[in-house]
């Protein structure tokens, strides 16, 4: 079963200047999308929900210093991201 990976405008344009920022972590963000199209509950992934003025939301990890956060559909099968960068600046 794989999942859905819905990429808004807005996170888009954080994905590029993230990137941007930090090519060094090119491949392991690529590495964490197809995990997240494979099976977002992977061990690695270290998805958890979110609380307080985030919630409703999930965070998943790119390393230990850098997260997504993304709204996960699992009944639909669908996963909308909804911000990319350190852990301080999607908290």
């Known amino acids: 079963m794989t999942f859905k990976l819905i990429f ?18 090119r491949q392991r963000y690529f590495k964490t999308l197809l995990l997240l199209e494979q099976n977002p509950l992977h061990p690695s992934l270290r998805l958890h929900p ?15 210093r850098y997260r997504i956060t993304l709204e996960l559909e699992l009944r639909e099968q669908e996963i909308v991201f909804v911000n990319i960068g350190s852990h301080g600046e999607v908290y």
């Open 8 to 25: 808004p405008t807005p996170y888009q344009k954080r994905e590029r200047s993230f990137l941007k920022k930090h090519s060094e972590l």
């Open 50 to 64: 979110m609380r307080g003025r985030l919630t409703g939301l999930h965070s998943v990890s790119i390393s230990m």
